[in-house]
């Protein structure tokens, strides 16, 4: 064990970066443009203004301002909970007794239990700052609602978050948390929107999808005075917010004098993912520096691996607009994963440009083999992962495997997004013996695929 490198790398509260670097400033082949759903065109500044605050819509389109200021009060708020460790994970080193040096980057330590709150609290600023009542999202696993919950308490504004009716049943603590912190909640589909009346009207007893709780939150927002719509991944306005992740992994890296060979993090929409890898990617954009970035995808939802670099619908209302992504069309219905934080068909306009470029990799991992390494993380390094964290997980502990073949000392550097405290039933299925996986077949894949619409460009 060497001595010099610390379990924990930790910067001073001055050395939290006061910028968010566009990792699209790089980008020799940009993120093409969100599409208007109804006529096909580049969505215009004024036209997502009626969905997005005006701010948010600014950075979503901006692929040439390489950083972009942190107001100050979002700069304090990062301050409470901010800057995240750099993690010697010395103590699975041991374990695997492996010769690689592993790295992690927790991000579960606030209580919205994940890297969503960089965003949120950002995207709550710029509401307030407009003058806005409040805002309306959706929520799956309930991550996102909560985090954006703790962001609006924070700056006064309402809250009204659409959750996914299976999860609003079953994760009755992180309902109450988003309660707690001020929001109200609705279990979606609901009768309080036309588009739900009318999901409701067609599958009675259904218990609700992503796709159908954006509608909602999209049609709640733009029909009610002083209310806009955010979202918590995806977006390039979410990936840009993320940077903090990287930014201050960078400063951390650069304090030790190590520099990570390998890059995982697991991807859902990618906004994770996306900060994680920003500074890091920007070095390898302009030539400065090389690394190997890898994407965790499950395999139940294999977005990059399996999936269509094509324009698609954000959301299965159709109402949104639409990206151009790896996608497995906007009416794939995953299996019941238990990360639920990666069960979105579609993926970063930023990471599936990257991806198609050649620039980074993706793996898929099956849910048992994701929850192996959970536990064997849990076991040595203290920390209860989330189920979306702990595909980094498998796919790091992968990577050490393979250095102890060959007896590489590389650095191994993985991004681990949240806790996994409101996940312990997928933990009870797992020590039950319960848990199963499921890999869609290529003709689950075609019924979704078939749904692309077509567009010419
Ligand atoms: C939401 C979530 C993810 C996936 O979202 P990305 O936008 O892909 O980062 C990963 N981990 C946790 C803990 C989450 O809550």
Redesign the pocket.
């Known amino acids: 064990m060497e001595k010099n490198i610390p379990y924990k790398t930790y910067l001073s509260e001055n050395e939290i970066p006061t910028k968010w670097y566009n990792l699209r400033a790089d980008m020799k082949n940009k993120p093409a443009p969100l599409l208007n759903p109804g006529t096909l065109q580049p969505m215009t500044a004024e036209e997502l203004s009626g969905v997005f605050c005006t701010e948010l819509v600014k950075q979503e389109l901006d692929n040439d301002t390489k950083y972009f200021d942190i107001p100050e009060e979002i700069q304090n708020f990062y301050k409470m909970y901010r800057p995240s460790p750099l993690v010697r994970a010395y103590c699975l080193e041991k374990a695997l007794d492996t010769p690689a040096h592993i790295y992690y980057k927790f991000e579960g330590n606030n209580t919205s239990g994940?890297?969503?709150l960089n965003s949120a609290i950002a995207q709550a600023y710029y509401a307030k700052k407009q003058g806005l009542k409040g805002v309306t999202t959706e929520t799956g696993?309930g991550?996102?609602g909560t985090a954006l919950s703790m962001a609006c308490s924070y700056f006064g504004l309402d809250c009204k978050v659409y959750m996914v009716k299976v999860s609003y049943e079953q994760k009755p603590f992180r309902r109450e948390v988003m309660r707690t912190y001020g929001a109200s909640v609705t279990p979606s589909p609901s009768d309080t929107t036309n588009v739900g009346r009318k999901i409701l009207a067609e599958h009675p007893g259904t218990t609700g999808s992503l796709g159908c709780a954006i509608s909602e939150a999209v049609e709640a927002a733009t029909s009610t005075e002083g209310y806009r719509y955010v979202l918590?991944?995806?977006l390039n306005q979410v990936v840009l917010h993320q940077s903090i992740i990287g930014l201050e992994s960078k400063i951390a890296f650069d304090k030790i004098g190590v520099k990570p060979d390998v890059i995982i993090g697991?991807?859902?929409?990618?906004?994770?993912?996306g900060g994680l890898i920003a500074p890091f990617m920007g070095e390898k954009l302009r030539g400065e520096a090389d690394y190997r970035i890898v994407a965790v995808e499950p395999a139940s939802c294999p977005s990059f691996t399996r999936g269509k670099f094509a324009y698609d619908f954000c959301d299965t209302g159709m109402v949104c607009p639409l990206a151009k992504m790896y996608t497995l069309g906007s009416g794939f219905i995953p299996s019941p994963n238990h990360a639920g934080?990666?069960r979105y068909h579609g993926m970063s306009a930023i990471l599936s440009q990257l991806y198609d470029d050649k620039l980074m990799e993706a793996v898929s991992v099956e849910q048992t083999a994701v929850f192996d390494a959970a536990t064997q993380f849990a076991r040595v390094e203290g920390i209860l992962p989330?189920p979306?964290?702990s595909h980094a997980i498998r796919v790091a502990i992968d990577e050490a495997m393979k250095c102890k073949e060959t007896g590489e000392a590389k650095n191994i550097f993985f991004g681990l997004?949240?806790t996994g405290y409101f996940d312990m039933v997928a933990y009870q299925k797992y020590n039950d013996g319960e848990m199963t996986d499921y890999i869609p077949t290529d003709d689950d894949l075609a019924v979704g695929f078939a749904g692309l619409p077509k567009v010419d460009l």
């Open positions: 994940s890297h969503k696993a991550q996102w918590g991944s995806v697991c991807a859902g929409g990618g906004s994770n993912l934080g990666l989330a979306e964290s997004t949240g």
